[in-house]
């Protein structure tokens, strides 16, 4: 079983439409979340962190996350074609410093 | 900040051939992680530094692949002999350390071609 598991996508919204990216997590020590996106050809760069059960609202963007699911998620409220992007979810977990990646899901905001 | 640097940006070379990539983190953090990804397997976690002193090596895939972290500035990942499976984009990684630790920073990658 993998560390971290996202669906793969594509996903794609309209603008203006919220775009809901969901995120799955195997170790129930996982400490720490986080949001990365990743433009294509670029390197990922970090949106989100979420450490507490609960919504974590910046701008457009809200984490969520429930630990005893196991489950984190984004929302991306009026999407803008500006977020189309492939979105990681990471966590780290344990006394150490790791952070453990899913293969991302790719979000194509259609105009 | 100048940020994560990497070098080279892009690398081409023929299989057998002995493949250094390099990375300079963010001066003050002392966490350093080297990733390999392919649209296949995405991110995936090779070797993690914290100061200076490799702490995690299972994510490296074979003898073949060798990291470095000679001191707080400068790190090296190397391939020998290099094979076309190895073709992907390493990216290097830098944070503040251990715990609730916060962002890690992303340099721009070493797409590495093996023919």
């Known amino acids: 079983q993998k560390e971290v598991e996202q669906n793969s996508g594509p996903l794609s919204v309209p603008e203006g439409a919220i775009a809901s990216l969901n995120c799955t997590y195997s170790d129930r020590v996982s400490q720490s979340f986080f949001w990365y996106r990743q433009y294509s050809g670029k390197s990922p760069e970090l949106i989100m962190s979420i450490y507490s059960n609960g919504d974590k609202e910046d701008g457009r963007f809200t984490a969520q996350l429930n630990k005893a699911s196991q489950y984190v998620s984004l929302l991306i409220r009026d999407s803008q074609p500006s977020d189309s992007a492939t979105y990681l979810c990471a966590v780290t977990r344990g006394a150490g410093n790791q952070f453990y990646f899913g293969t991302g899901t790719s979000l194509t905001v259609i105009p | 900040d100048a940020g994560v640097i990497q070098s080279p940006r892009h690398e081409v070379t023929e299989m057998g051939q002995e493949v250094t990539l390099r990375c300079k983190p963010i001066?003050?953090?002392?966490?350093l992680f080297w990733y390999r990804q392919t649209m296949m397997r995405g991110l995936e976690l090779l070797i993690y530094?914290?100061?200076?002193?490799?702490?995690?090596d299972s994510g490296m895939p074979e003898d073949r692949f060798s990291a470095k972290m000679p001191n707080a500035s400068f790190s090296t990942l190397k391939i020998q002999p290099s094979e076309p499976r190895d073709s992907a984009v390493y990216f290097c990684?830098?944070?503040?350390?251990?715990?609730?630790?916060?962002?890690?920073?992303f340099g721009e990658g070493s797409r590495l071609t093996v023919l």
């Open positions: 001066s003050g953090h002392n966490s």
């Open positions: 990684a830098s944070s503040l350390g251990r715990g609730r630790t916060g962002e890690l920073f």
């Open positions: 530094f914290n100061n200076n002193v490799p702490i995690d």
